[in-house]
């Protein structure tokens, strides 16, 4: 059981908190029955999404028994069968989907598009230079208008333009690690990586750093978001955005991290408490003053 935990990787459900985003936002978090919906697709998108990291770990099954981190994962390590697997990976598929369309048929189809992508990278697009982040940046996308179709709010532009800026920000960075990490066996593991090399890594991701920050600040400070919000002060949470990037940089660049952007949030106690602190910022603008 033990084994079957950690291939359900249920670190990497934090990924997932995107999906309330639609609901902090559109100031119904004090609803019951928007916060249970909520709360319902989170945890179907944290089975569905143990699915495609199955999926995934039996089509690299090879490559990672080559790699000195993903090695010890359950599947490559030769704990669980491929065949245990590819049962567990059918199951939660089957499961999660089912439940998506007896909550809300739409947002079964959002479940079943963020499904379709992430096979579909699995099995192809996870070798495509700059489409591979692209389609990570995509999943997350697709996981925080997820959260808005669940409850029936409007889905914001500035939701989707932040989301895929970070999400940009965070696969860079670890495509940078991982280059970093592997130096001549990378392209073992993954064939993309063939393409990429650190200065250009770096180029990328100070294209995105930047765009994140001020995509961030001209929506806090968006005439048409404080009228929407009710909220006049939200550009005080700017600061909260820039220690956040700036420390995920120095993690990058002076601690050789960045690997896993999950394990660095749950590790790393500043960028922890950076994210509480933004998000208790955020709830008392909103919902307080």
Request: glycine content about 6%; aromatic content about 12%.
């Amino acid at each position: 059981m033990r084994s079957v935990l950690a291939t359900l990787r249920p670190q990497q459900w934090v990924k997932n908190f995107v999906l309330l985003a639609g609901l902090i936002f559109s100031q119904n978090l004090d609803k019951p029955d928007f916060t249970l919906k909520s709360l319902a697709a989170f945890a179907l998108f944290c089975l569905l999404s143990s699915s495609v990291y199955i999926f995934n770990d039996i089509m690299d099954v090879e490559s990672d028994r080559k790699h000195p981190l993903k090695s010890t994962r359950p599947i490559a390590g030769g704990q669980i069968k491929v065949s245990a697997g590819v049962l567990l990976f059918v199951v939660l598929a089957i499961v999660s989907l089912g439940l998506s369309l007896w909550l809300n048929p739409l947002f079964a189809l959002t479940a079943l598009g963020y499904f379709a992508l992430n096979l579909i990278y699995s099995v192809y697009l996870k070798n495509v230079v700059i489409i591979d982040v692209m389609c990570i940046a995509l999943s997350f996308v697709i996981r925080a208008v997820a959260g808005a179709v669940v409850i029936g709010v409007e889905i914001s532009a500035w939701l989707v333009v932040c989301t895929t800026l970070l999400a940009l920000f965070l696969g860079f960075g670890k495509r940078r690690h991982e280059l970093v990490l592997l130096e001549n066996q990378a392209t073992d593991h993954r064939k993309s990586l063939s393409e990429y090399s650190p200065y250009f890594l770096d180029q990328m991701i100070s294209v995105v750093t930047a765009s994140t920050v001020v995509a961030y600040a001209f929506y806090t400070l968006s005439p048409e978001v404080k009228v929407k919000l009710g909220a006049s002060h939200m550009e005080l949470t700017i600061p909260f955005v820039l220690y956040g990037v700036f420390r995920y940089l120095y993690l990058i660049h002076q601690k050789e991290g960045g690997g896993s952007p999950t394990r660095m949030l749950l590790t790393d106690r500043p960028i922890l408490a950076n994210i509480i602190l933004w998000l208790a910022a955020v709830v008392l603008i909103v919902y307080v003053f």
